[in-house]
């Protein structure tokens, strides 16, 4: 059979769930694994990044980043809808984001730049050979690798019922909302991590899809590393803890954020229950307090209905904030107190229900309150200019959210990128906690490494 074929008539049918059972390759490769693994994060517009691009301007990159933050919004929709029980140990579903994870694959290394999904819990990377992926990044080829073992068919009863019999492939597939968009075989191999001055750590054992035919959208992109709850997830199988800290996301030479996956993720702060649904995570909203004020806002508008409408979402992948109507409207009613006297508003017909500016934040909100994002329990992210506002133009900014409702069907919200900036957010999936504190990830963060 050939790659190309891996899509054929059954793709119609591609597993919307991916029961993919690897349960004693998880258990070795726990064993073998070290206690964490540190990774650079780098976002999509950095100069670091295989994306940057000198000559685009402030406004390309917005424009950009918005049209992302769409893409990953009805992804994100796609994904609260499936049915999935909660046992469910992969997601066949994934979808872009904001940050990648410089990495390298087998051995020797090929470095590749892997998406950060906390929304999708399989890890996969383009495998040579390939059909449509994209030829401007280093492919990784297996058949180079010495460290490269492919899943048989009779690995377990996954394999056998997905299974290339011509090749001895234990098959997967991926879906983005509905299309197929992704194909290749099951396998296991050695993934390093390099980072200055916490060195280089390695996971062998790691079970990746080997992605060998590539639809829209992830021609461009060298893979995706899934650490949502499945067990596919990388978090899963290193662990069961991971952490970001995540800095200026405008700065396009700003390169401290990083990604600490394993039982050494850095846990700090105060805490508040995760909630794992459709292996996404889920918070539970206690308040916003603007300045010394608190919002009214009744916390049952957040609440997740047993249908999976409403609710509150975590996600690094989406940059904007978006928030179900009544708590957006109470908040950008205070913004527009504090700046509405002083600064004109701009209309921008790429962003019809946001609230922009004309105007620099620096120069012309010299101070701004402070804003409180409460959840259950304690834990609670600290908004100061640079998370509230983005900087859409040389000449305008905007509120750095949206409401929900506009865009989400069910009215999920989801707290974006932009709202995490200069976070440490740690995840613990044993005890379902996320940690959340403000922190500098250039100086702060090594205190707790
Ligand atoms: C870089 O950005 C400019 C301005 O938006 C655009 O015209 C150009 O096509 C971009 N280059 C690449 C390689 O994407
Ligand atoms: C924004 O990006 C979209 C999609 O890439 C493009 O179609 C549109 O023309 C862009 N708009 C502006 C104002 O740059
Ligand atoms: C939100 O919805 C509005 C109205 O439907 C639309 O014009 C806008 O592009 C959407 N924005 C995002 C980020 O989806």
Request: proline share 4%.
């Amino acid at each position: 059979m050939e790659a190309s074929s891996l899509l054929g008539h059954d793709a119609k049918l591609v597993l919307v769930i991916m029961a993919f059972l690897l349960s004693t390759n998880i258990t070795n490769s726990v064993a073998k694994s070290p206690y964490r693994l540190v990774a650079n994060l780098i976002h999509h517009d950095s100069i670091l990044s295989p994306f940057y691009n000198a000559t685009a301007t402030i406004a390309d990159r917005a424009n950009q980043s918005l049209q992302r933050s769409i893409a990953r919004l009805s992804y994100l929709n796609a994904a609260i809808k499936m049915e999935t029980p909660e046992d469910v140990r992969g997601l066949a579903l994934a979808g872009t984001g904001s940050f990648l994870v410089s990495m390298s694959i087998g051995e020797p290394q090929v470095h590749q730049f892997l998406y950060m999904d906390t929304g999708s819990s399989l890890v996969w990377v383009h495998c040579i050979p390939c059909t449509g992926c994209n030829t401007d990044n280093p492919i990784f080829d297996p058949s180079l690798s010495s460290t490269y073992y492919p899943f048989p068919c009779n690995h377990d009863s996954y394999c056998a019922e997905n299974c290339d019999h011509e090749k001895n492939w234990c098959l997967f597939s991926i879906k983005y909302e509905d299309e197929a968009s992704a194909a290749g075989n099951f396998a296991e191999e050695k993934f390093t991590f390099s980072v200055p001055n916490e060195g280089i750590t390695t996971a062998s054992g790691i079970s990746f899809g080997c992605g060998r035919k590539m639809n829209e959208p992830y021609r461009e992109i060298s893979g995706m590393m899934g650490l949502g709850y499945g067990e596919g997830s990388l978090a899963k199988q290193i662990g069961t803890k991971f952490s970001y800290c995540i800095g200026s996301i405008e700065d396009r030479n700003y390169m401290h954020n990083r990604l600490i996956i394993g039982n050494g993720a850095v846990l700090v702060g105060s805490w508040t229950p995760l909630v794992i649904r459709n292996a996404l995570y889920y918070l539970r909203f206690e308040s916003i307090k603007f300045g010394s004020d608190t919002l009214a806002i009744n916390p049952r508008v957040f609440q997740r209905t047993p249908q999976g409408r409403r609710g509150l979402i975590i996600d690094s992948g989406t940059e904007l904030t978006y928030l179900i109507r009544d708590a957006y409207l109470a908040l950008r009613t205070k913004v527009e107190e504090v700046i509405g006297g002083s600064l004109t508003r701009s209309f921008d017909p790429q962003r019809p229900t946001m609230l922009c500016y004309f105007g620099r934040v620096n120069r012309d909100l010299p101070t701004f309150p402070i804003v409180e994002f409460h959840f259950r329990e304690g834990a609670f992210l600290k908004w100061r200019k640079e998370n509230l506002f983005e900087t859409v133009s040389n000449t305008e900014f905007c509120l750095a959210m949206d409401t929900a409702n506009e865009n989400m069907s069910d009215d999920v919200s989801t707290i974006g990128a932009f709202a995490q900036q200069y976070h440490n957010i740690g995840y613990d999936l044993s005890a379902k906690r996320l940690y959340i504190r403000r922190m500098d990830c250039e100086t702060d963060l090594v205190n707790y490494l």
